[in-house]
């Protein structure tokens, strides 16, 4: 007697639904649960850590002590040329020497720092958390130089995808941006301004596009300047800096390169550009609180030669 011998199971219904090569290696982007971007005025806060460093010029010390777990004063001494505003090409300096003495408040929702110097001027900075997405930040610098203090608030408020600023200083100014993740990776933003005292207006735009091994931006304003920026992570502790800027109304163009390498001890910075100005920084970590500092800058077009050397102690 014959038997019936039921036909194999077909192959192609028992693979998996995510076995299919068109469908290897993509990802299914969920536009309802984007990141919140960065701040509008920060968008190019890593290429400026190695193409903006701190450079100095002479000798630098800063103390800084620490009362309790949130209050701390600092001392600062710097001697060194300051320069002076001249028509010709060549560089005026005069000796100077400036003590600084400083406080820092530092609290979850609440952040006071004050700096004031011995030539009457009065730097500082507060920032305050009215709830858990909208902050104050404000900023002060007073002089004793008629129409030269300056103050500017800002209040920033941080949505689920989204951040907004608005802006308010004296000399009738006001300011206003925002930025919007439209990818898991690209946000795009803007910003409008308006400065009563001068009469002057302006409104830009902003991209920037960041994974775990690059930062590209780019920004344009009404102003005429054009700022585009590349940042390149080649290692967990170097990173490699590019930035090209153009002003439309002066006909200005500045393309630098700069690096920032840290090591196990210390901290090297530093960079070139298309004017023929070389700089770099190191901070050497000595002790535990103790830091030495070493900055230099060559500028060969003014022929202009700077180099400062400091101690940082405390935390």
């Not at 192609?12 to 701040?39: M, Q, R």
């Not at 209050?71 to 020497?97: R, Y």
Request: proline residues 4%; charged residues 20%.
């Amino acid at each position: 007697m014959a038997t019936f011998v039921s036909p194999p199971a077909s192959t192609t219904a028992t693979k998996p639904a995510g076995s299919n090569p068109a469908v290897i290696g993509k990802e299914k982007v969920d536009y309802f649960n984007l990141p919140c971007p960065i701040p509008h005025d920060e968008i190019h806060r890593e290429a400026m850590m190695s193409l903006k460093p701190e450079l100095f010029e002479g000798l630098r010390f800063d103390f800084t002590k620490g009362l309790n777990q949130k209050f701390a004063l600092s001392h600062s001494v710097l001697m060194g040329p300051t320069e002076l505003p001249s028509q010709s090409s060549d560089t005026i300096k005069f000796p100077t020497a400036h003590y600084e003495f400083g406080a820092n408040y530092l609290d979850p929702k609440l952040m006071l720092i004050g700096r004031i110097m011995t030539d009457g001027r009065l730097n500082a900075r507060v920032k305050y958390d009215l709830s858990e997405n909208l902050s104050l930040k404000a900023t002060a610098q007073l002089t004793n130089e008629p129409h030269m203090s300056n103050v500017i608030a800002n209040f920033d408020y941080k949505g689920k995808d989204y951040r907004s600023q608005f802006q308010l200083g004296n000399g009738a100014l006001f300011g206003a941006s925002y930025i919007q993740s439209v990818t898991p990776h690209l946000s795009l933003g803007g910003e409008v301004f308006w400065a009563g005292q001068h009469r002057k207006s302006g409104i830009g735009y902003a991209a920037r596009y960041n994974n775990d091994k690059m930062v590209a931006t780019g920004q344009v304003a009404s102003t005429g300047l054009v700022v585009l920026s590349y940042v390149q992570k080649v290692h967990e502790k170097v990173s490699l800096a590019s930035e090209f800027m153009y002003n439309h109304m002066s006909r200005d163009v500045t393309a630098s390169f700069g690096y920032d390498y840290i090591l196990r001890h210390c901290r090297l910075r530093g960079k070139i550009d298309s004017n023929g100005c070389v700089g770099a920084l190191l901070e050497e970590r000595l002790n535990m609180g103790l830091n030495f500092i070493l900055s230099a800058e060559i500028d060969h077009q003014k022929k202009d030669y700077k180099f400062g050397f400091g101690l940082t102690v405390g935390e």
